[in-house]
């Protein structure tokens, strides 16, 4: 296989342009999915990207061809020419430190392709490489990962037991997607703690992305529309619920992007144009020159009802641009600071069904401002219960009355969570523990022993789990619930 002008050409593009888009089979690169070249700045970007190529090589491009034709006819074993090709894409996207670029073959496309239509196998998590370690920014709702309780920020350090260290995020993200029904199990470091496992069975990710409900505060209805992730039907999908509502009356909306990694930019912008009127930008859009353009909506009027945006740490990229423009715009936003993702990507297909992810423009809020690395601030800030950040249980032997240990500081936090109070919280397992875990295995048909044994551990943690997932404690949605009407 010899390297043609054309390859080289378009590694010489990847090289030298920033860049960025993707998704995978149940598990995904955090904010891959954005994506839009509707404006003009975009569509200068398409014309740059596709201009001519049948320039002769010259300088460095003679060095590639020269290292791809010394390999390939002196290394001492066979030699894959489509590898070196591939290798040297990914040898020059690594060179921006840019954990958004990378290189999307024959397959990652598929997948990413089945993804943004929200149709896919895996464990429905998605992931960004932070200073070298593979981390989870969200899973999705309903997900296996969700119900296997992994959270924003846990840490992947191995999977089925073969270290990450030294791998890419595409080489790490391989060897945890697969078919539905197998399994994986993913070892997690989270916060400060100890690292534990998680097994996690693969399945189909749900493809909803919008689900709606209302609650009637003081003799109010106030609507909540919660969005999973944006896909090419979110905005459709939203469009619906809201007019539901709307038909219904509604008095206040309360728009929850918690979890939300982010999603195709098109989509926020249609959604964004419901509720940011024509003198104010939805989005503003950098390219590499410093070229800004704003983009605006042809809304006369704003909603006549109160709108809160809730985020978290889970909150990333389209989620981001959404909240920032109704912060803009003095709605309350309740919850944590968002992840922080303010680069918008674009797919570069190479020619043979393979592309090129690129992060190709910033994007700023209404006002200007860049929230890259820093995230969206809520100005209602509220953090979830304890519980709702305590690690899984991990058991070498059974704790028991008067043991002393971090772990159990970590099972107290969790009976005390889902309604056992074990009397303390500091690691000692006293008497009061003792009777909080016997009632604990009696409610659940365990036998009561009063000790935490494997068994018991296993059942407290998912115990823990469906009460998160069941919202019962839900402070934030409570306070944005609260604050709405003030």
Known sequence: MKLNKLQIVLLLAAALLLGFLGAYAGISIAGDKDSGQQTASRENLEEKLNGDKSESLTGDLQKVEQAYALIQENYVEEVDGNE???????????????????????????????????????????????????????????????????????????????????????????????????????????????????????????????????????????????????????????????????????????IDVRGNPG??????????????????????????????????????????????????????????????????????????????KGTVQTAVPLGDGSSIKLTTFKWLSPNGEWINEVGVEPNIPVDQPDYYYANPISIEEPFGLDDTDPGIANIQLMLDGIGYDPGRMDGYFNEQTEEAVKQFQKDNDLSATGEVDEETAGLIDTRVIERIRSGEDDVQLEKALEELYK
């Open 84 to 254: 070196l090709v591939e290798g040297a894409i990914e040898g020059m996207l690594a060179t921006l430190e840019d954990p958004h670029s990378s290189y999307l073959n024959l397959e990652s496309m598929d997948e990413f392709n089945q993804q943004i239509e929200s149709s896919f196998e895996g464990i429905g998590a998605e992931v960004s490489m932070v200073n070298g370690v593979v981390t989870i920014v969200s899973p999705i709702k309903d997900s296996p990962a969700e119900k296997a309780g992994l959270r924003p920020n846990d840490q992947v350090l191995t999977v089925d037991g073969e270290d990450l260290d030294g791998l890419n995020l595409n080489e790490a993200v391989a060897k945890i997607r697969g078919e539905k029904g197998t399994e994986v199990t993913l070892e997690i470091i989270r916060a400060a703690g100890d690292p534990f496992e998680v097994v996690i069975v693969r399945d189909t990710i749900p493809i909803e992305t919008v689900y709606s409900d209302t609650e009637t505060i003081d003799g109010k209805t106030t609507g909540i529309i919660e969005i999973t992730n944006f896909s090419e039907n979110t905005a459709t999908e939203f469009i619906e619920h809201l007019s539901d509502l709307e038909d219904n009356g509604l008095d206040g909306l309360v």
């Open 263 to 340: 999603g195709l930019l098109n989509v926020v912008e249609d959604m964004l144009a419901l509720f940011v009127p024509e003198d104010l930008p939805f989005i503003q859009i950098e390219d590499a020159d410093g070229n800004i353009e704003a983009i605006h909506s042809d809304l006369k009027e704003t909603k006549d009802y109160p709108i809160s945006v809730l985020i978290d740490e889970g909150s990333a990229s389209a989620s981001e641009i959404l909240a920032v423009a109704l912060q803009e715009l003095d709605y309350d936003i309740v919850g944590q600071t968002s992840y922080g």
